[in-house]
Every structure is written in structure tokens, then in C-alpha cells.
């Protein structure tokens, strides 16, 4: 068999553009539909940890392309319909049901704290990115890799000097600390599974390409669905009417200038 071509340089610039348009319009986007839901009445936590990866069966879309791009490249008869093998399967059952986890407690944080807070908080988990890649994968530090951990850490640290001032009006401090505390434990969690996938793609023994990482985010993401619709099961979240979702046409009622600090 002969070794599959490498990926063009227009293909992969066209891979980065959509990878990075997802990123920022899925970050700011789901971050303002999430809060803005328990803003207007929503309550269940487990409904919206569950939406944060349901819609990861798009991404077969994308392991279509790569599918009919490999098959020209490969031949037909030698191109794999699936790359990943048992070990990494099964680090993405893993790590999914972690991410799960993670998606339930920025969820959580979000029922409790305004996006400005809590989006400044997860930031945060880049630093600890940092630390657990030095000890899972040894990623050697940089000045730029110290300057950002100094960065990140001192804005957290003022603004719990000063917890109160973006308190949503009639919450209790109790309130406000437990969605603290959620948040930065889904920091910090967040902060493991990605030097965790890492670890995961080393120990696997086989040959990382593009189209194998799309497959271990699938399945990750898949896993983490399932871990949220247990939830869900188990608190009845299902008998929930879909009807809030109407919110997000509705801009101008969102738009309120008399409550700067809603959202």
C-alpha cells in the first residue's frame, strides 16, 4: 500500500479558517444562548449541558469530506472507513464522560453568574492547561507561556477581592460562591482533559492525522451527550418544552439597556 498523500495547503488553510470561525462563533454564541436561557425562566441544568454537544453528528459532514478526499488520494479499496483503533476508542469514552461533566458544571456556573464573570474565570483554564501538560506530556514552559499564566491569574484573583459588584440582582451570596466554585472546578477540570487527549494520542501507537482527531472529537463529544442524557433521564429534563429556544429570535427583548448587568 503505498503512504497516503499529504493534505494540500489550500485544504489546510480552509480546515484552519472553519476550525477558528467554529471556535469563536460557537464560544461567544453558546456561552450568550446558555445564559441567556436562565435568564429568561430556564432552570434545567441537565437540558443545557446536554445542547452544549448535541449537535456533534455535524462533524460526520466533515468525516465525509475527509473520507472522499482520502479515497482519491488512497484508492477506493484502501482507504479505512474508520481510523481509530480500540486504545483511542477507548480514551474517548473516557474523556467524553469527562467533558461531560465539565459541560454540566459551566452550565450550573452559568444559572448562577453573570457571563462576564464567569466567561473571565474559565478563562483560567489555560493556566492549568499549561501545568498538567508539563506533567502528563512534559510541554517544556516559555517566557510567552509565563506571561500568559501571570495574565490569567491576577484577573481571577481581583475580581474575587470584589466578588459583589456583578452580582445579579436578588441572588444570595451562597448562590454566588457555589457558581464560583463550579466554574473554576470546570476550569480546572478542562484544564487536565486537554494535556489528557494529548497523553492519550501518544499512547495510542498510532499515526495522528487530521481526520483522526475529527473521529476522537466525535466520539468524545457523542460520550458526553450520553453522560448529560443520563442526566437528564434521571431528573425528567425531557418533559421539558422546547419552547424557550424561540428566545434566541427574539434580540430585541435581550437588548434591555436598564439591565447592564444581566448578561
Same mark, same amino acid.
Given at each position: ?22 471556535? =469563536? ?6 456561552? @450568550?444562548?446558555?445564559?441567556?436561557? #436562565? ?6 441544568? +441537565?437540558?443545557? &449541558?446536554?445542547?452544549?454537544? $448535541? ?5 460526520? /459532514? ?9 479515497? %482519491?488520494? *488512497?484508492? &477506493?479499496?484502501?482507504? %479505512?472507513? !474508520? ?5 483511542? #476508542?477507548?480514551?474517548?469514552?473516557? !474523556?467524553?464522560?469527562? #467533558?461531560?461533566?465539565? $459541560?454540566? @458544571?459551566?452550565?450550573? $456556573? ?10 473571565? !474565570?474559565? &478563562? ?12 502528563? /506530556? %512534559?510541554?517544556? #514552559? ?26 445579579? *440582582?436578588? *441572588?444570595?451570596?451562597?448562590?454566588? =460562591? ?10 480546572? /477540570? ?11 494520542? %501518544? ?11 475529527? *473521529? ?27 419552547? +424557550? ?19
Amino acid at each position: 500500500m503505498e503512504p497516503a498523500k499529504p493534505m494540500s495547503n489550500s485544504l489546510r488553510k480552509l480546515f484552519l479558517v472553519v476550525s477558528a470561525i467554529s471556535m =469563536i462563533v460557537g464560544g461567544c454564541a453558546g456561552s @450568550l444562548v446558555i445564559r441567556l436561557y #436562565f435568564l429568561h425562566g430556564g432552570s434545567k441544568i +441537565w437540558l443545557s &449541558s446536554f445542547l452544549q454537544t $448535541a449537535g456533534c453528528p455535524i462533524i460526520l /459532514v466533515l468525516l465525509a469530506i475527509t473520507y472522499m478526499a482520502r479515497q %482519491k488520494s *488512497e484508492g &477506493s479499496k484502501n482507504t %479505512k472507513f !474508520i481510523l481509530m483503533e480500540k486504545p483511542l #476508542f477507548n480514551a474517548s469514552v473516557i !474523556i467524553g464522560i469527562i #467533558f461531560g461533566a465539565i $459541560a454540566y @458544571l459551566y452550565s450550573a $456556573a452559568s444559572s448562577k453568574l453573570p457571563i462576564s464573570t464567569s466567561s473571565l !474565570i474559565y &478563562s483560567c483554564q489555560l493556566a492549568f492547561t499549561a501545568g498538567f501538560a508539563f506533567l502528563l /506530556v %512534559k510541554q517544556k #514552559f516559555t517566557p510567552y507561556t509565563v506571561n500568559t499564566l501571570v495574565l490569567l491569574t491576577i484577573g481571577p484573583a481581583i475580581l474575587a477581592f470584589n466578588a459583589t459588584s456583578d452580582r445579579p *440582582e436578588g *441572588e444570595s451570596t451562597k448562590d454566588y =460562591i457555589i457558581g464560583f466554585v463550579m466554574i473554576g472546578s470546570a476550569a480546572v /477540570v478542562n484544564g487536565f482533559v486537554l494535556p489528557l487527549m494529548e497523553l492519550a494520542y %501518544k499512547k495510542a501507537n498510532q499515526e495522528i492525522n487530521f481526520t483522526l482527531a475529527v *473521529e476522537f472529537n466525535m466520539m468524545m463529544c457523542f460520550f458526553a451527550t450520553v453522560f448529560s442524557t443520563v442526566g437528564m433521564l434521571i431528573h425528567k429534563d425531557f418533559q421539558l418544552s422546547f419552547v +424557550w429556544l424561540i428566545l434566541v429570535t427574539n434580540t430585541v427583548e435581550f437588548c434591555d439597556p436598564g439591565s447592564p448587568n444581566d448578561i
